[in-house]
């Protein structure tokens, strides 16, 4: 039996309820982990953390429409760069939002760029499943040391898909005096 002094329950649990889903969405949006106090952010997808020298980096595939959805946070052909000083921490939280499945890894040369790229430039700078693809809202952790300086790609591992343009710039510049993400 309802009783009308439970309707104040009932809504209360209602709000609770809403609150809670709206929590995944806001964590969603930031780079894995959450920007503190000693952290600085350069845009919606990079910040990071001078004191131990760790970059953070969201790496989304398909954000809006550039090159059919082959694109990494909605840039695609060499159209953006991060630039991370030379043995900085790298923490590159992969997401595809895309229908089809897609993939990461960081490579050393290019463009152009190999049809089936394997190879990763740093140990643990690739996701799983890099030549099958990851699955609508699926994602992987690229942790790995900027160990050697240079001029790398961030490529599609999902054959095909890096040499028809879904790639941008990696570099690793030991004159960088910080992190930056140009777009
Ligand atoms: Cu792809």
């Known amino acids: 039996m309802c ?15 809403l609150a809670a889903g709206a929590l995944p969405r806001a964590a969603a949006a930031r780079p894995a982990g959450a920007a503190g106090a000693d952290s600085v952010r350069v ?8 004191a131990a020298r760790t970059v953070h980096v969201a790496l989304d595939a398909a954000v809006g429409g550039n090159n059919g959805g082959m694109n990494f946070n909605g840039r695609s052909g060499g159209g953006a760069t991060i630039t991370v000083p030379l043995g900085w921490k790298v923490r590159m939280r992969f997401t595809n939002q895309d229908a089809i499945p897609h993939s990461a890894i960081v490579i050393a040369g290019g463009p152009p760029v190999p049809a089936i790229p394997q190879t990763p430039a740093f140990a643990g700078a690739y996701t799983r499943d890099l030549t099958a ?23 599609c591992g999902v054959p095909g898909h890096g040499a028809s343009g879904m790639w941008i710039r990696f570099d690793v510049a030991a004159e960088a005096g910080a992190p930056d993400y140009a777009m």
């Open 3 to 17: 009783s009308l002094r439970s309707w104040p329950r009932v809504i209360l649990g209602a709000a609770l309820l």
């Open 43 to 50: 845009n919606s997808y990079l910040w990071y953390a001078p």
């Open 133 to 155: 693809g990851l699955n609508t809202g699926d994602g992987d952790d690229l942790n790995f040391k900027a160990s050697a300086a240079g001029r790398y790609l961030i490529v």
